[in-house]
């Protein structure tokens, strides 16, 4: 009999406590809802804002008169009480729906969650085994005005050096057979709140900027700590220099983008879009090696060193960008020298094709 008492104690306490918690959960959903409402007046304001900044500027440009302006102006501002009213009766009657059912409310939707597990007791119908995936606590919210945008950014070229005293034209290395390669990632971020016109690009890059010498030369390491290029004693197959970096770029981007507005987010659109970008880079040298390959008697031989050759440790210097949408034209040009305490400073310059996927 005890035992029996025991029992139907325990269970009746987890049934109290199921109450409670479902009471605490279904009054949270309201308060989450009046904090929405908050939310539309606020965003609809804002969007009004931007509309209201689009017109302007068509006016200032021109392309609309006075009276089409003071018109558009009208209906933008029509357009957005008009949907906070509706929204915020939509959210009124959610609140009803729920106070009138304590909570207990059955809802279809199927639209952005994450989703997380609630163990339990108990044999309600949203239950299974005890487990239930709750998704209105861990619902995604949409970001209405997202300023910040991120691209992988791959480009490849030409690669060459700025002798000091010579043209390029004179340049000891190859100009079609030296090559480099980046590759990284980037964030753009809108500079100023009511216009696009002027983003700051930022993140990191490994650049690879490979010379292949010219007339069967290779790089040589002097006992005096210079580096010099000198004849090798076999026909060389190929001779290859690379130098191995990890940079941080950053770009001030100049350029039109497409605004478009919808009751739940702003957005600008770089598509079809022609930009500029105009800044620099900051880094370091990862590591320096050689690639020679050449045959004696007959047999192929390969050898790869990997050394220091003297080049500098820290890696700076000015870069540049133009195109439409995510195809640009690319140049970088680095300011410090190659090789440290040179007799004759030798600086990287690169020219090729920039993608940002």
């Given at each position: 009999?005890?035992t029996?008492?025991?029992?139907?104690?325990?269970?009746?306490?987890?049934?109290?406590?199921?109450?409670?918690?479902?009471?605490?959960?279904?009054?949270?959903?309201?308060?989450?809802l009046?904090?929405?409402?908050?939310?539309?007046?606020?965003?609809?304001?804002?969007?009004?804002k931007?509309?209201?900044?689009?017109?302007?500027?068509?006016?200032?440009?021109?392309?609309?008169?006075?009276?089409?302006?003071?018109?558009?102006?009208m209906?933008?501002?029509?357009?957005?009480?008009?949907?906070?009213?509706?929204?915020?009766?939509?959210i009124?009657?959610?609140?009803?729906?729920?106070?009138?059912?304590?909570?207990?409310?059955?809802?279809?939707?199927?639209?952005?969650?994450?989703?997380?597990f609630?163990?339990?007791?108990g044999?309600?119908?949203?239950?299974?085994?005890?487990?239930?995936?709750?998704?209105?606590?861990?619902?995604?919210?949409?970001?209405?005005?997202?300023?910040?945008?991120?691209?992988?950014?791959?480009?490849?070229?030409?690669?060459?050096?700025?002798?000091?005293?010579?043209?390029?034209?004179?340049?000891?290395?190859?100009?079609?057979?030296?090559?480099?390669?980046?590759?990284?990632?980037?964030?753009?971020?809108?500079?100023?709140?009511?216009?696009?016109?002027?983003?700051?690009?930022?993140?990191?890059?490994?650049?690879?900027?490979?010379?292949?010498p010219?007339?069967?030369?290779?790089?040589v390491?002097?006992?005096?700590?210079?580096?010099?290029?000198?004849?090798?004693?076999?026909?060389?197959?190929?001779?290859?220099?690379?130098?191995?970096?990890?940079?941080?770029p950053?770009?001030?981007?100049?350029?039109?983008?497409k605004?478009?507005?919808?009751?739940?987010?702003?957005?600008?659109?770089?598509?079809?879009?022609?930009?500029?970008?105009?800044?620099?880079?900051?880094?370091?040298?990862?590591?320096?090696?050689?690639?020679?390959?050449?045959?004696?008697?007959?047999?192929?031989?390969?050898?790869?060193?990997?050394?220091s050759?003297?080049?500098?440790?820290?890696?700076?210097?000015?870069?540049?960008?133009?195109?439409?949408?995510?195809?640009?034209?690319?140049?970088?040009?680095?300011?410090?020298?190659?090789?440290?305490?040179?007799?004759?400073d030798?600086?990287?310059?690169?020219?090729g094709?920039?993608?940002d996927?």
């Amino acid at each position: 009999m005890r035992t029996i008492t025991m029992y139907l104690i325990v269970l009746l306490t987890l049934l109290l406590t199921q109450g409670l918690v479902a009471q605490e959960s279904y009054k949270e959903k309201i308060e989450t809802l009046e904090e929405q409402k908050l939310s539309i007046t606020r965003q609809e304001k804002e969007a009004l804002k931007f509309e209201i900044a689009e017109i302007v500027k068509q006016l200032e440009n021109g392309q609309i008169t006075e009276e089409e302006s003071n018109a558009l102006k009208m209906k933008a501002a029509e357009k957005r009480a008009l949907n906070i009213e509706e929204r915020i009766a939509i959210i009124d009657n959610k609140i009803s729906l729920l106070e009138r059912n304590n909570g207990d409310v059955k809802e279809l939707d199927t639209l952005n969650y994450k989703f997380a597990f609630e163990f339990g007791v108990g044999d309600d119908d949203d239950k299974l085994f005890g487990i239930r995936i709750n998704e209105n606590k861990y619902r995604k919210e949409t970001v209405y005005d997202r300023r910040t945008y991120s691209d992988i950014v791959l480009a490849v070229g030409l690669n060459n050096t700025i002798i000091e005293g010579q043209s390029l034209n004179d340049s000891p290395y190859k100009i079609g057979g030296s090559r480099f390669f980046e590759m990284g990632w980037q964030w753009r971020t809108r500079v100023f709140k009511n216009t696009n016109f002027l983003r700051f690009n930022y993140g990191f890059s490994f650049q690879f900027n490979g010379l292949k010498p010219k007339d069967n030369q290779y790089l040589v390491s002097l006992e005096n700590g210079q580096s010099e290029l000198q004849e090798f004693e076999y026909d060389l197959d190929k001779s290859k220099f690379r130098m191995d970096n990890l940079v941080f770029p950053m770009h001030f981007e100049f350029g039109p983008s497409k605004l478009s507005t919808t009751d739940k987010t702003i957005r600008y659109s770089l598509h079809n879009k022609f930009r500029v970008g105009l800044g620099g880079y900051a880094g370091f040298n990862l590591g320096t090696r050689q690639k020679l390959k050449y045959t004696i008697d007959g047999e192929k031989v390969k050898d790869k060193l990997k050394r220091s050759y003297n080049t500098n440790d820290l890696v700076y210097g000015l870069s540049a960008y133009a195109g439409v949408d995510g195809v640009l034209l690319y140049v970088k040009y680095d300011l410090n020298p190659i090789f440290k305490d040179a007799a004759v400073d030798q600086r990287n310059i690169s020219l090729g094709l920039r993608f940002d996927l």
